[in-house]
């Protein structure tokens, strides 16, 4: 078992629990917010981020790099992340392994790449100057996919550990992702898990998705579903202990029930690293 | 085909308004036995339009309740057609809502809306406006009397000042409250009025005419001094009386920032 330490057990930051977090301090070992939420000039958000972050350690975790656009790098957004990362101190910075913009328009949405070697030249190539920029290795998220590309010669988890050698980059290894995309893609999740560099794992993910009874979307609007907590302590078993995340966007409930949550998180990853590690 | 070119065709649908696939698209891509292509497509176009759809909903709230519920959603479509988002952040998203309704329908719906809609972009714009020390009441019973005179004040960066025709303030309130809209009404002469945030939250206020020529000429660089001068004629010996009323409570207001000597 790997006897690296992590942060523990974290929650997403979300408005909708700022004022409880600050006046009940709850038992959360860290909170990872969504960078372009805190990319403004003033206000409520960024009060409330300098406040949170003298009493919990923070992540910042982005949507808009798109790391695998074919358009240039928006070298503006990446020194106001800089910027921010200055501000904030995060114990590190991640986005994700997608696209989701061309060179004038954004589509808000995580697209998946075609795996090929023509799409990892390129991401590496962007990422050394991810790196460069913020000045720490980048963490790289695998996506919910709802399509593949003809084109793709590895698969994405293949993909991600060649990215994380040639690079340096980190992953996060978003564990509810991997199950919506086996279920709608028809692959071994614990495959996809196998074949990643587990050193390399920085950080773990879990949310909940919709069931549409063929395939999953992943919209963490829901409390973690059985087999993605099932597949997420087989995971622990493999990796050793890793920083773990629970995400929620919509349908907010009352910050107990996250807590909750992240309870059950707790006491199934001290089953799964007490137990004979999974290989 | 390149990554590019992969790239640009699943923009191209994406950002279309049919959701049935282009065959050179579906080419590209390997369905599965759960999911098919074209069904995976549909998701990611749904979920494009969803997703906008669902922050200017959030952003232009008292608009849609105007509108109703179909007649926003067609708006927000053909909007989102003429301006698809391009910067980073969906705080952005609604921009060019109020220009674009210019274009949109004609009058005579077109100024209320386009003022329900300026009205409720200002709003998103002060809510995470630059902080700034605005000028407090501490601060005024700080101030030697030899700096009265000289005093002068910009508005803080997150004042929109908005001129309304109509009683767009009154629909505003309505609908935030959840309440059944007034009937618009055309108002006897434009009414200021000010959005802005303080302490973390966002405000409103609508001024007088006296009011509103009293503040515009103070933030534009009058000093205190000038102000009381301006006053006399209308206030007489009351003038510094009620400069001092105002000022009072744009300092309360905090709308007020500093300018320091020579600034």
């Known amino acids: ?279 | 085909m390149q990554l590019s070119a992969l790239q640009q065709a699943l923009q191209a649908y994406l950002a279309g308004a049919s959701d049935r696939p282009p065959a050179e698209l579906l080419e590209q891509l390997q369905g599965s036995a759960a999911l098919g292509a074209a069904d995976g497509l549909r998701i990611y176009h749904n979920a494009y339009r969803a997703r906008l759809l669902a922050v200017l909903r959030e952003d232009f709230p008292a608009l849609q309740q105007w509108l109703g519920t179909e007649s926003f959603e067609q708006l927000a479509l053909a909007y989102l057609a003429a301006w698809p988002p391009r910067h980073f952040s969906l705080r952005w998203l609604g921009e060019k809502l109020p220009e674009f309704i210019a274009g949109y329908v004609a009058e005579p719906q077109l100024s209320p809306l386009r003022e329900l809609a300026t009205l409720e972009w200002a709003f998103t714009l002060a809510f995470d406006a630059a902080d700034a020390e605005v000028l407090s009441a501490a601060d005024m019973a700080c101030l030697p009397a030899e700096d009265w005179v000289s005093l002068r004040s910009s508005l803080a960066p997150s004042v929109n000042w908005l001129q309304l025709q109509y009683n767009t303030l009154a629909l505003w309130k309505a609908a935030k409250d959840g309440e059944p809209l007034p009937e618009l009404i055309r108002l006897p002469d434009a009414c200021s009025c000010l959005v802005w945030r303080h302490d973390l939250l966002c405000r409103y206020r609508s001024l007088e005419p006296d009011e509103a020529t009293a503040l515009r000429s103070f933030v534009g660089g009058e000093s205190f001094s000038g102000l009381c001068a301006a006053l006399l004629p209308h206030h007489g010996e009351q003038a510094p009386l009620q400069a001092a009323v105002w000022l009072r409570q744009w300092v309360s207001d905090g709308l007020l920032v500093r300018l320091k000597a020579g600034a």
């Open chain 1, 1 to 279: 078992m790997s006897m690296r330490t992590t942060l523990g057990f974290g929650l997403g930051l979300r408005s909708e629990y700022y004022q409880q977090i600050l006046e009940q301090r709850p038992a959360v070992d860290w909170f990872e917010v969504i960078s372009e939420n805190y990319l403004v000039d003033g206000g409520k958000a960024l009060y409330f981020l300098d406040a949170i972050k003298e009493h919990y350690p923070l992540v910042m975790h982005g949507v808009s790099l798109s790391i695998g656009g074919a358009h240039a790098l928006d070298l503006d957004y990446l020194r106001r992340l800089r910027k921010l990362a200055d501000r904030v101190r995060p114990q590190w910075v991640s986005d994700h392994l997608c696209w989701s913009r061309d060179s004038a328009h954004q589509l808000h949405d995580l697209l998946p790449l075609p795996f090929t070697e023509e799409s990892l030249r390129h991401v590496a190539e962007r990422v050394h100057v991810v790196q460069d920029i913020l000045e720490r290795p980048l963490v790289l998220e695998n996506v919910s996919a709802y399509l593949q590309w003809k084109s793709s010669c590895m698969s994405e988890s293949q993909f991600l550990a060649r990215l994380s050698q040639m690079t340096g980059c980190e992953l996060l290894l978003d564990v509810n992702n991997v199950y919506v995309s086996s279920r709608n893609q028809g692959f071994d999740p614990w495959q996809f898990i196998l074949e990643l560099p587990r050193e390399r794992i920085r950080q773990i993910h879990l949310a909940g998705h919709s069931d549409y009874g063929q395939y999953l979307i992943d919209t963490h609007d829901a409390p973690i579903a059985d087999p993605v907590w099932a597949l997420y302590g087989k995971a622990l078993s493999h990796l050793g202990p890793t920083a773990t995340l629970i995400e929620r966007d919509d349908h907010f409930p009352p910050l107990d029930e996250l807590l909750a949550e992240l309870e059950q998180a707790r006491t199934l990853a001290d089953q799964a690293l007490s137990a004979e590690p999974c290989s």
